[in-house]
């Protein structure tokens, strides 16, 4: 973690509270948390929450308040946005790659504004399928756009270390509003312009 961001989330995350339990955690799986390897892993494990979680303590709405008036009609894209984010039912990582897409209605944003919001939305425990919808529902209320289209695709480590044990396994989702929706032509665009004009006929589920 960068110093200018420690400081910062050490403010409000309980980092002491955090070490104490993870030290009861590694007691209760039979270890010895003050062997010479772990001494210092409850205050790492620690400041890595503090990272990982720091959505928690963030509005991803401040990124696209700063827009700019542009007349332009056809679909603004943003491919392969990655990210990695804390399932919330194991409390492990799920890794992946976003695309999103919009029609504008006479503002653009900032390409980086739409990697930051992907990333303050996933710095949480977390579903896909709630974070797909919830970048959809913030571009739709903060930007007024003619239409919205996200897609996440993830390898969720919960599948793929334990459980099942299925690595390799990939969960996409999608959120689509507007114009997405309403208009076959505009999605399939979308699905083109991401996957390319052949594959894209592939994913007709998302129709």
């Known amino acids: ?21 993870f030290r009861e955690i590694l007691l209760a799986v039979g270890e010895n948390p003050d062997r010479e390897g772990l ?6 494990v620690a400041r890595m929450y503090a990272e990982l979680f720091k959505g928690l303590h963030r509005d991803p709405r401040v990124h696209l308040h700063k827009y700019f ?16 984010s804390m399932c919330e039912h194991h409390f492990l990582p799920f890794i992946g790659k976003t695309h999103i897409g919009y029609l504008p209605n006479g503002k653009i944003i900032g390409l ?20 797909t919808e919830t970048l959809a529902n ?5 930007l007024g756009v003619r239409g919205v289209g996200v897609i996440v695709e993830a390898m969720h480590t919960c599948m793929a270390i334990r459980g099942i044990k299925k690595p390799g396994t990939v969960c996409v989702t999608s959120a689509m509003r507007g114009a997405f929706v309403k208009d076959a032509k505009t ?12 594959n894209s006929s ?3 589920f998302m129709d």
Do not use: C, W
């Not at 008036?69 to 990695?84: G, Q």
């Not at 913030?138 to 903060?142: A, I, N, P, R, Y």
């Open 1 to 21: 973690m960068t110093a200018d961001i420690l400081p910062d989330l050490e403010k409000k995350v309980d980092i002491p509270r955090i070490e104490r339990a």
């Open 39 to 44: 001494t210092e892993t409850p205050r790492r």
């Open 69 to 84: 008036t542009e007349k332009y009609d056809e679909i603004v894209l943003v491919r392969d946005i990655s990210f990695n």
């Open 112 to 131: 980086s504004k739409l990697a930051r919001v992907v990333e303050e939305v996933a710095s949480q425990p977390q579903v896909q399928e709630r974070m």
């Open 138 to 142: 913030l571009l739709t209320e903060e």
């Open 187 to 198: 999605r399939s665009e979308f699905m083109a312009l991401i996957y390319g004009q052949k």
């Open 202 to 204: 592939t994913l007709s």
